[in-house]
């Protein structure tokens, strides 16, 4: 039987450049209020070679390291029912979209938003992308992006870490 969810809370600074956001958090992530909690979730390796910081750091500690380099965190679904963790077994019609473009108009920095997996991008096209692009916000970079999940394990973590580091030039400070 599917449950309603609600996810976790943004982990982003006044000076984000790049926002990843995922559909929402899986079962782990939630029962340890922490984003990509599940120990074979690839995104703190990738995000710590990107980055430049341990992730194996404690949590907090990950979380300052990524606000630190310009990225922060969130999902495009803020609720919604589902059975299990997968993204496939959220009930379509149930999902309630988090404030995204408020979040980006009170971002002034931000250039980037990263999309992490099919089901966060087929979200975001769906719910955020037509408001965004109405807006005056509709210069940023949306970037599909391969899953970090374990349950997309076609990619090596290599492999993840090429895909991922086109948010590089992004991440970097502007100073114009």
Known sequence: MAARLTGLPPRIAADCRVLVLGSMPGD???????YYA???NRFWPVMGALCGF???LPYERRLQALNAAGVGVWDVIGQCERAGSLDAAIVRGTEVVNPIVDLVHASPALRAIA?????AATAFRRHVQPLLASSARGDIACLALPSTSPAHAAMSLPQLQQAWSVLQPYREALNR
């Open 28 to 34: 782990a992530s939630l029962q340890a209020a922490q």
């Open 54 to 56: 341990d992730a194996t």
């Open 38 to 40: 599940h120990p074979r």
């Open 115 to 119: 999309l992490n997996g099919g089901k």
